[in-house]
């Protein structure tokens, strides 16, 4: 068992449900449900995140009723029971998902930990609001965070906050616009992240067009990025319907989500192994390289105890098995055997620090034809 503290958050898609479940159980389950089966097919590691607020403290009771202020107004119409959510995230649990929540406020966090929430998210708009962070930090829960629209100090702060208590932090590089273009995405800024926190899984929090989410995923591989989160949705349509709603432009339907976890695991693979070490070669490859380097060759009738040197040897292909190539040509090696001119000089023929390495030996003689 891994006993890597960042390892949840290692090729991690959060799927953020937030609130479009717009108060009704029915509607969040099958979005729950959809996606579910989307990560199930492509078997992969993914949470499903909805968003807590406890509406009756956290929106100011003379301002309920303010049908100008959009965000209030949202948030009221998507207020959700404790049962309610009970369900959702015993849902998102029997689909095989990880249940994780951005919560708003400090009662939102005893929710939380209530509910069985496994992974605490911190929006970008809460990246130094230190009561709620302070109460966050109380639950032990691993913790990832959304760097968009904050400062350089505010995530400094936030870093050094949760490393001197060793509470797993993931930091998303996020653009706080809905949606985003291609052009705003700036995903240099995980190169930027993984280099200033070292030890810290890096992630792309992406609101972009559904369009261009393919390619964003090869990018943000690349660059290093391993968790992945995307808002989430269903069509408005029969049952669900909800009033003259449609699904925004920074929301991914079931079958975006499935094309972007392709295109991750598509980078995945393309990108290969570890950077930190040199690829090992599979052995298709060195066999077709080997067949492509020359052989040393006898230019006369060598008699043994010659010392090989230019005017002795030239190079050409095929290259035989057990022969010494162009790679192990040193010069002035010993021939311990007659060899007749346009014969191969092989590494049994010859004194040189080559024929007393087994390994390499063994090596010379399984290669060429």
């Given at each position: ?224 990025a391993r968790t992945i989160e995307r808002h989430i949705d269903i069509p408005y349509t029969g049952e669900y319907a909800v009033d003259d709603h449609k699904v925004s432009a920074y929301c991914s339907l079931p079958e975006d989500v499935d094309k972007m976890i392709r295109a991750y695991k598509e980078a995945q693979a393309k990108c290969g192994g570890s950077a930190d ?93």
């Amino acid at each position: 068992m891994s006993t890597d503290p960042n390892e949840i958050f290692e090729d991690l898609f959060v799927l953020e449900l937030a609130s479009n479940h717009w108060k009704r159980t029915d509607r969040g389950v099958k979005i729950i449900d959809d996606f579910g089966q989307v990560v199930r097919f492509n078997g992969v590691k993914a949470a499903i995140k909805l968003q807590f607020r406890n509406v009756a403290t956290f929106v100011h009771k003379d301002f309920r009723d303010r049908e100008d202020i959009n965000y209030i107004k949202k948030t009221i119409a998507r207020e959700m029971t404790k049962e309610q959510y009970a369900t959702l995230i015993s849902e998102v649990v029997k689909m095989g998902c990880i249940p994780m929540s951005t919560p708003f406020d400090e009662a939102s966090v005893d929710l939380c930990e209530e509910l069985g929430v496994k992974i605490i998210k911190i929006a970008s708009s809460d990246l130094n609001d230190w009561m709620l962070i302070e109460r966050i930090a109380k639950a032990k829960l691993p913790v990832a965070v959304s760097t968009g629209g904050s400062s350089l100090k505010d995530i400094d702060d936030l870093v050094k906050f949760f490393d001197n208590r060793n509470i797993p932090l993931a930091i998303n590089h996020c653009v706080s616009l809905y949606p985003s273009k291609a052009e705003d995405l700036d995903m240099n800024q995980i190169d930027f992240l993984k280099k200033r926190y070292p030890g810290h899984v890096i992630g792309f929090s992406t609101h972009e067009y559904n369009d261009t989410l393919p390619s964003s995923m090869y990018i943000a591989y690349a660059k290093g990025a391993r968790t992945i989160e995307r808002h989430i949705d269903i069509p408005y349509t029969g049952e669900y319907a909800v009033d003259d709603h449609k699904v925004s432009a920074y929301c991914s339907l079931p079958e975006d989500v499935d094309k972007m976890i392709r295109a991750y695991k598509e980078a995945q693979a393309k990108c290969g192994g570890s950077a930190d070490v040199k690829r090992v070669p599979p052995k298709p490859e060195v066999e077709y390289l080997d067949a492509l380097v020359r052989g040393v060759y006898a230019k006369r009738d060598l008699p043994a105890g010659s010392k090989l040197t230019d005017d002795d040897v030239y190079l050409a292909i095929p290259l035989q098995k057990g022969q010494i190539s162009c790679r192990e040509l040193m010069r002035g090696e010993e021939v311990t055997t007659d060899i007749k001119a346009d014969e191969p000089i092989n590494i049994d023929n010859i004194e040189s620090p080559y024929a007393h390495v087994a390994s390499l030996k063994k090596l010379i003689h399984q290669r060429g034809l």
